[in-house]
């Protein structure tokens, strides 16, 4: 578990420009945006994607973290895209399930 890049994040070990943090989530920038504003905010708990979130407060948490997060970038009246891909068909790079929060500009529809 601990090659996991981002439990590294998470403990320091590797720096990232933190935008949000408490002791359950944590959001960063994402080092390769492709949107204007690129944020991941992931759980502190290892989880390795969405399909082994089970923990309800956590989620509920979570999503209010991104709503959070969105008003203060600004981005909740224009709108704003959030993703998580899962597993190798989904395009998950990561093995630590993070949300993708997308915006600053007009996203493409697909
Ligand atoms: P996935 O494809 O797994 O949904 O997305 C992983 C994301 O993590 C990618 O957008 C990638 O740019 C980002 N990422 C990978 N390694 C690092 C890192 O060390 N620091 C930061 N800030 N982002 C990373
Ligand atoms: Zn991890």
Same mark, same amino acid.
């Given at each position: 578990?601990?090659?996991?890049?981002?439990?590294?994040?998470?403990? /320091?070990?590797?720096?990232?420009?933190?935008?949000?943090?408490?002791?359950?989530?944590?959001?960063?920038?994402?080092?390769?945006?492709i949107a204007p504003?690129?944020?991941?905010?992931?759980?502190?708990?290892?989880?390795?994607?969405?399909?082994?979130?089970?923990?309800?407060?956590?989620?509920?948490?979570?999503?209010?973290?991104?709503?959070?997060?969105?008003?203060?970038?600004?981005?909740?009246?224009?709108g704003f895209r959030?993703l998580?891909?899962?597993?190798?068909? /989904? /395009?998950?790079?990561?093995?630590?399930?993070?949300?993708?929060?997308l915006g /600053?500009t007009k996203l493409p529809t697909r």
């Amino acid at each position: 578990m601990n090659d996991c890049v981002f439990c590294k994040i998470i403990n /320091g070990e590797i720096p990232s420009t933190k935008v949000y943090e408490d002791d359950k989530v944590l959001a960063f920038n994402d080092i390769n945006p492709i949107a204007p504003i690129h944020i991941l905010v992931v759980p502190k708990q290892h989880l390795d994607s969405f399909m082994d979130l089970e923990d309800e407060e956590l989620l509920v948490h979570i999503h209010k973290i991104i709503k959070q997060i969105a008003k203060e970038k600004e981005m909740d009246e224009k709108g704003f895209r959030v993703l998580t891909n899962i597993g190798e068909d /989904g /395009g998950q790079a990561v093995k630590h399930l993070h949300f993708h929060i997308l915006g /600053g500009t007009k996203l493409p529809t697909r």
